[in-house]
């Protein structure tokens, strides 16, 4: 049982490119979501997803794109990679038990810098 | 965005009791209270969450006013290994999309 597992760990990007981030986990989990944290920040929500095939936009989605094609993995898409996004990624996962919403599961981080 | 006030840091020294409260004035009757902390840059850590009574686990133990107003989280022999930074969730970042503020840094020293 891995729980949340992110990959790359890391990854240095130029301005321009693209890249995707995986998040899989084995919970069977509903709800998942990303979040990106700046140096000396908390963390703020990107998008979230409340189920297989959909998604939703948080407080911070500009210039970010996700996919939740199956349960059990969130995509999290740069399409073109600003130094403004050089931050930590983290991703989440949570139950659709109302009493266990609030009760996620994080990854390790993927610590992203765009050059 | 979620409604919560925490203090920015707090000391505690090493074997005594972390009293680290939250106000979350807004809090509605159905909403949960939850709280995490974060231990240098690694993923955030679920630590205990509660509706109405006080709540305790093998992590800490959460206490809510009767108004549900605010809340403390006690941490009850704290250890160098406590030291983190403390997330306190509640009046609308709770349920399906959780919503972090700046929490509480809390050191625990010898």
């Known amino acids: 049982n891995a729980g949340v597992t992110q990959t790359p760990k890391f990854r240095v990007l130029k301005t321009g490119q693209s890249m995707t981030l995986l998040c899989a986990q084995d919970?069977?989990?509903?709800?998942m979501y990303w979040y990106r944290q700046d140096p000396g920040m908390g963390l703020r929500l990107i998008h979230y997803?409340?189920?297989?095939?959909?998604?939703a936009k948080g407080e911070v989605p500009d210039g970010y794109n996700v996919s939740r094609l199956k349960k059990q993995n969130f995509l999290l898409g740069l399409e073109s990679a600003a130094p403004s996004q050089t931050s930590v990624y983290f991703c989440a996962s949570s139950s659709l038990l109302r009493s266990r919403q609030g009760e996620a599961f994080f990854g390790q981080g993927t610590r992203l810098t765009v050059v | 965005d979620a409604k919560t006030t925490q203090p920015p840091s707090m000391d505690c020294a090493e074997g005594r009791a972390a009293n680290l409260p939250c106000n979350h004035s807004?809090?509605?009757?159905?909403?949960?209270v939850y709280w995490y902390r974060q231990i240098h840059s690694q993923g955030p850590q679920y630590i205990i969450h509660?509706?109405?009574n006080n709540e305790t686990n093998e992590m800490a133990s959460l206490i809510i006013t009767e108004d549900r107003k605010s809340s403390t989280l006690i941490l009850p022999h704290a250890t160098l290994r406590d030291t983190a930074v403390y997330y306190c969730i509640g009046p609308g970042g709770g349920g399906n999309k959780l919503t972090f503020g700046t929490g509480t840094q809390l050191k625990v020293e010898l």
């Open positions: 807004t809090i509605s009757g159905n909403e949960y």
């Open positions: 509660g509706l109405k």
């Open positions: 997803s409340v189920g297989e095939g959909t998604t």
């Open positions: 919970m069977n989990h509903e709800y």
